[in-house]
């Protein structure tokens, strides 16, 4: 639940043929107050920072984080999330998040001010459910050749599961991710209506030490419901990019408008493999295709 900085478990062997065997526990609270600050540089964001300062023990395990983040495609991101661990019960953690966003995208330019309200629930080893709830309201910039409305409001609910057995946990040598989400928005507040699924599998197989085979496919499927027959800009398919189809710029893969700016679609397929392997140290390369 993250309240605390270390956690060991010791056992006191002795001689004595006792059944019971003394156990010697060591733990060291975290810290109430952290910050934690990034600066980095990619291609598509350009130069990006941010800061997440955390506030811990609000009552319990309670805790709050404060996020603000700046990049070429988020010029501001501001949220909190407050987490309560452990309700309704043991086995699930209930998240609030008010947010202020701005996104500058090669086919949008957008600003999104709402609030999440999520629980998310262990339901296996490897299994984790959840249920969100979105309630925000958008304003739409820049290139408009679609007559879109200016100014739109989603509520929206999202259902989701996701499988991770993958391991270990900041580099998989092996194991799969399987993910499956469906939202589904136009519950009052005027709000825009339409049914999205995305789902996920990613799979990793070890070859060799440190050598890696691993495949993704991602499907995702979107539609306009009731009186609604465009789909907000923002929440439409993209490919293209570093975390998509790779020989294609952020967003370039699709249809496009008369302008030239893509329009994206409710319909997406993407998928790749690719071979990691280990060059020298800290350096690795990846050959793939997408």
């Known amino acids: 639940m993250g309240i605390f900085q270390f956690v060991t478990i010791q056992l006191l062997f002795q001689d004595s043929a006792s059944h019971v065997l003394p156990v010697r526990i060591k733990l060291r609270e975290a810290p109430t107050y952290t910050t934690k600050l990034g600066l980095g540089y990619g291609r598509e964001e350009n ?60 086919a949008f330019e957008v600003e999104r001010v709402g609030a999440n309200l ?9 299994t984790n459910g959840f249920i969100n709830y979105t309630l925000e309201n958008t304003e739409l910039g820049g290139s408009n050749v679609e007559n879109l409305p ?21 580099a998989p040598n092996e194991g799969t991710i399987r993910s499956a989400t469906v939202t589904l928005s136009g519950f009052g507040f005027n709000s825009v209506r339409f049914v999205r699924f995305i789902g996920e599998h990613i ?5 060799a030490p440190k050598t890696v085979f691993a495949q993704k496919i991602k499907i995702g499927w979107m539609e306009a419901l009731g009186e609604d027959s465009v789909l907000p800009k923002e929440e439409r398919f ?11 710029r952020r967003q ?39």
């Open 150 to 170: 200016a100014s739109s409001n989603k509520s929206a609910f999202s259902f989701g599961m996701i499988r991770n057995s993958s391991r270990p946990l900041f």
């Open 238 to 248: 993209y490919a293209g990019g570093s975390n998509s189809v790779r020989g294609w």
């Open 252 to 290: 370039e893969l699709g249809p496009t408008g008369a302008d030239g700016l893509p329009l994206g679609g409710n319909l997406l397929l993407d998928a790749s493999v690719e071979l990691r392997f280990p060059i020298y140290g800290l350096f690795s390369g990846v050959t793939f295709l997408d």
């Open 47 to 106: 130069i990006r920072a941010s800061a997440d300062a955390q506030i811990l023990g609000l009552g319990g395990a309670r805790r709050l984080n404060v996020l603000i983040k700046r990049s070429a495609l988020e010029p501001i991101n501001l949220s909190a999330t407050l987490t309560q661990p452990a309700f309704p019960d043991r086995y699930s953690v209930v998240t609030a998040n008010p947010f202020f966003r701005q996104q500058k995208e090669t």
């Open 118 to 126: 999520a629980v998310q629930r262990k339901m296996g080893t490897y």
């Open 203 to 207: 799979k990793y197989w070890p070859l």
